[in-house]
């Protein structure tokens, strides 16, 4: 059974950071994309970040270019978003995905359904 779980969510103030970490269980990752979404109250879910199987290319959204960072350690088939200057506006459950092939890019995870989930984890930032 494959099991996605995220941590290190929590609650913030404007101008700070933190961590989120997505560990997977019962297959390895390390030939995928993968990739950190979220979905605010009344918003639609949307790709925040994604990273190739090489970690050689990543995809952000614009409104956290330059903040986020994705990373990934395939040894430990974990990947991490490492969230900074974080704004009232990021406040969101967040989610760590994995499509079921092996060819999706990280620029097309936003696009197409995800094969895996976590369970989310609540991100609160306060002003």
């Known amino acids: 059974q494959v099991q996605l779980v995220e941590s290190g969510g929590g609650l913030v103030q404007a101008g700070g950071s933190l961590r989120l970490s997505c560990a997977a269980s019962?297959?390895?990752?390390?030939?995928?994309?993968v990739g950190w979404f979220r979905q605010a109250p009344g918003k639609e879910r949307e790709c925040v970040a994604a990273?190739?199987?090489?970690?050689?290319?990543?995809y952000y959204v614009d409104s956290v270019k330059g903040r986020f960072t994705i990373s990934r350690d395939n040894a430990k088939n974990t990947w991490y978003l490492q969230m900074d200057s974080l704004k009232p506006e990021d406040t969101a459950v967040y989610y760590c995905a994995a499509p079921g092939s092996s060819f999706t890019t990280p620029q097309s995870m936003g696009a197409i359904p995800m094969a895996y989930w976590g369970q989310g984890t609540q991100v609160t930032v306060s002003s």
């Open positions: 990273i190739s199987r090489s970690g050689g290319s990543t």
């Open positions: 019962g297959r390895t990752f390390s030939m995928h994309a």
